[in-house]
């Protein structure tokens, strides 16, 4: 046999070996949790950058699964945010059963208790792991059209009205999340450190940044002054976090690990800049980057359809500002890790940080552009 033969021998069955290992570990883990059937296969699922998921498929009727390996570096608090997920999914299976929704497994996540002790998480001494059920017949787009967009602005809408009566605190599952001057100050110790001395390639960034800090930060402000109030918001509202129907219907609103009290700009500014963004969040060609006005006003329609019942007016004021909040914020988080040495994000080559930053402060100046059509569009709606 010669030498190149044995070495792809070599490789294949090395490659064997950690899908088996692997694969042993996940059937442990999987032991842990209550569920029904026995595994055919688990693979990989969804296109998030933080947690691990995987899609758990079982053989025959019983129902399919998914699994995901919580990033514990990221959500340090796994018991108060699952607790907090707990008690929202609890709380949006009583409204919708008083409004008389047929498919209720559908419409709202369930997690899968362990066989020990009934928790909806499983530590395995290093890692934390949960499991919920597979909704089938549902898909994530990537894309929006101005349909899809008023169905989802309905139904984040729709989300936080039926949170807006929810009893108790919720914690926080990540201290400060969306807080503009914790951000600002997380990149202004990125920039101090310097850490892999990456400051040389970003000094244009910082200015832009610098020069519209203030007006981004007033949001906190006002909070600190009693005008502005947090209510319980899904705080990561990407196109690819509500599943969709066949007919592009929003069946139900999905990765709620950072479900938490937050100013409601968490969810209609950031959908904005995922939803109406012509490109996607890390697209390298600054051409291809732009607001996509349509998708804005039907996002908009659609939201405040639901929303305007219980928005106060200086939060319908402040919708059009929090429009240009989401691309600044995700692109003072996206430099803070390029310039830390990404340590927070997924990436798949070096510069990808740096890349998706320069993508969010173009869609930034795309939105500004467009300020006095978006706060036009707004005023004349309500
Ligand atoms: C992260 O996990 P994923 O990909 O849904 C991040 C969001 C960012 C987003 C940027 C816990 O969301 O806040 O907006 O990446 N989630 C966390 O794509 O930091
Ligand atoms: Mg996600």
């Not at 053989?59 to 699952?82: S, W």
């Not at 705080?235 to 938490?260: A, E, P, S, W």
């Not at 939803?275 to 607001?291: M, N, Q």
């Amino acid at each position: 046999m010669k030498y190149t033969n044995l070495w792809g021998l070599g490789l294949r069955f090395l490659w064997i070996t950690i899908k088996f290992v692997v694969m042993k570990a996940i059937e442990t883990i999987l032991s842990a949790f209550n569920l029904e059937g026995k595994v055919e296969s688990v693979g990989p699922l969804g296109s998030g950058l933080i947690n691990d998921t995987y899609l758990v498929k079982t053989i025959g009727k019983t129902p399919d699964y998914v699994l995901q390996r919580i990033n514990h570096a990221v959500f340090k608090d796994v018991e108060g945010m699952q607790s907090n997920i707990e008690a929202v999914t609890s709380h949006i299976r009583g409204k919708l059963a008083s409004e008389n929704v047929m498919d209720m497994e559908r419409r709202a996540l369930r997690f899968v208790l362990t066989r020990e002790g009934g928790k909806s998480y499983f530590f395995d001494g290093v890692n934390y792991w949960r499991v919920s059920l597979f909704i089938p017949d549902a898909e994530t787009l990537q894309e929006v059209t101005p349909v899809t967009a008023r169905y989802a602005g309905e139904a984040f809408g729709h989300f936080q009205k039926m949170l807006s009566d929810i009893d108790g605190e919720l914690t926080e599952s990540i201290p400060d999340f969306h807080n503009m001057e914790f951000r600002i100050r997380q990149l202004r110790d990125a920039v101090e450190k310097d850490a892999v001395g990456r400051l040389g390639e970003v000094g244009g960034l910082l200015d832009a940044i610098w020069e519209r800090e203030e007006s981004m930060c007033r949001f906190e402000m006002l909070h600190r002054e009693g005008l502005l109030p947090k209510r319980i918001c899904h705080c990561d509202t990407k196109v690819n976090n509500m599943l969709f129907d066949r007919d592009g219907k929003v069946i139900c609103v999905i990765d709620l690990d950072t479900v938490m009290p937050s100013f409601v700009f968490s969810d209609y500014g950031d959908f904005l800049r995922t939803g109406a963004c012509t490109s996607s969040e890390d697209e390298p060609d600054l051409d291809k980057v732009g607001f996509d006005m349509e998708i804005f006003k039907a996002f908009t329609e659609g939201y405040l359809s639901e929303a305007k019942d219980f928005l106060s007016p200086m939060e319908i004021e402040l919708l059009p500002d929090s429009v240009a909040l989401f691309p600044y914020m995700q692109a003072v988080r996206f430099l803070t890790d390029y310039i830390n040495g990404d340590t927070y994000y997924k990436i798949s080559y070096p510069a990808h940080n740096l890349v998706r930053t320069r993508a969010q402060m173009r869609l930034l100046e795309c939105i500004e552009s467009e300020m006095e059509t978006i706060r036009t569009f707004i005023v004349d709606l309500h």
